[in-house]
C-alpha cells in the first residue's frame, strides 16, 4: 500500500480521501488474494480500451509488486489511477 501511494505521489497523482479509502480496501482485497492464490472474475480487456496507458502501466507495476495475481487484476486497479488522473 505504502508503495501504491508513493508512485500516485511520484507520477503526482491526487487522490481525495475517499477514493484513498477505496483503493487501500481494493489493495488489501488483491494481497489477500495473492496470499490465498485466489482471483477474480476474468475481464474484458476491451472494456479498457479508454483508460490511458500511463494508469495501466502504474497499475501494472503494483500488481508485479505485489505479485502472485492474475493479469485481469491491473485492469481493475487501472481505474483507481484513471480516476485519480481526472481530479
Known sequence: ????????????????????????????????????????????ANLFTEVSQRSLNLAEQVVETIGQLAKDELYLLSIHFETAAQN
Do not use: C, F, W
Open 1 to 44: 500500500m505504502e508503495y501504491t501511494l508513493n508512485e500516485l505521489e511520484k507520477a503526482e497523482l491526487k487522490m481525495s480521501e475517499l477514493q484513498i479509502v477505496i483503493l487501500v480496501n481494493h489493495l488489501e482485497a488483491m494481497i489477500t488474494r495473492a496470499e490465498n492464490g485466489e482471483a477474480v472474475m476474468p475481464v474484458d
